[in-house]
């Protein structure tokens, strides 16, 4: 089955320092989402990305897609306390299903 | 972006008990809603798609006669896990889509235990 997969799976920075997470799919995909879900609480959009090798910014964090659109990556630059959580990236696959596949995600962890 | 709420955001039953999990999508039409199964420090699984009006599409692996799906309206979708036991216990979340930009929105969240 569709499978999508993010590594590394946990990532303990200090302060200051940056983070990458990339996410692989098994197909190809229609676009990919980014969400970071806080300790206890729920999935929050982030950004979405749809045209193959697109490359999006949101002040620290740095988005990109694959050009054959089955990878991603979030990066974020000089990491604070606040970034602490897990991201998610959420595949939409071509295969005309409309329904989002979820990647592992990777937990992130800021020591300040 | 729109705005999901789901009731109740905790439950604690007994085994064997139904329980149903309401999401609702207070500003925002939605004639399909996702609900998700999150495992503790696990991902989110997709369980099934509520469609407004008809039948929802479980995902391979989810018994449909144990949580049942009812999409009656534009803004409210209910799963009920029925006969439930200690392995059902997880956080359940729905979520609804944009159509046009395809953004997800999740509701908070309902953490289910079951004793």
């Known amino acids: 089955g569709q499978q999508v997969m993010q590594i590394p799976q946990y990532q303990h920075v200090q302060e200051g320092e940056d983070f990458t997470t990339y996410c692989n799919s098994s197909?190809?995909?229609?676009?990919i989402q980014w969400y970071k879900q806080r300790p206890g609480g729920h999935p929050v959009f982030l950004i979405q990305l749809v045209k193959s090798g697109e490359v999006k910014k949101q002040k620290r964090l740095t988005f990109q897609f694959g050009e054959a659109k089955k990878n991603s990556s979030l990066h974020i630059t000089a990491t604070q306390t606040t970034d602490v959580g897990t991201y998610f990236c959420?595949?939409?696959?071509?295969?005309?299903?409309?329904?989002?596949?979820f990647g592992t995600g990777t937990r992130l962890k800021v020591l300040a | 972006g729109a705005v999901v709420s789901q009731h109740p955001s905790w439950v604690i039953c007994k085994s064997g008990t139904s329980v149903k999990i309401e999401c609702r999508s207070l500003?925002?039409?939605?004639?399909?809603m996702f609900w998700y199964r999150q495992f503790p420090k696990q991902s989110l699984m997709l369980m099934a798609t509520s469609n407004e009006g008809s039948k929802a599409t479980y995902e391979q692996g989810v018994e449909k006669d144990k949580f049942l799906i009812n999409h009656a309206s534009l803004t409210l979708s209910t799963l009920t896990v029925t006969s439930a036991h200690p392995e059902d216990s997880s956080f359940y979340i729905c979520?609804?889509?944009?159509?046009?930009?395809?953004?997800?929105?999740f509701g908070p969240g309902t953490r289910l235990t079951v004793t």
């Open positions: 979520s609804v889509t944009d159509r046009v930009s395809y953004e997800q929105y």
């Open positions: 197909t190809t995909l229609s676009n």
């Open positions: 959420a595949g939409l696959h071509t295969s005309g299903t409309y329904k989002y596949i």
């Open positions: 500003d925002f039409q939605a004639t399909t």
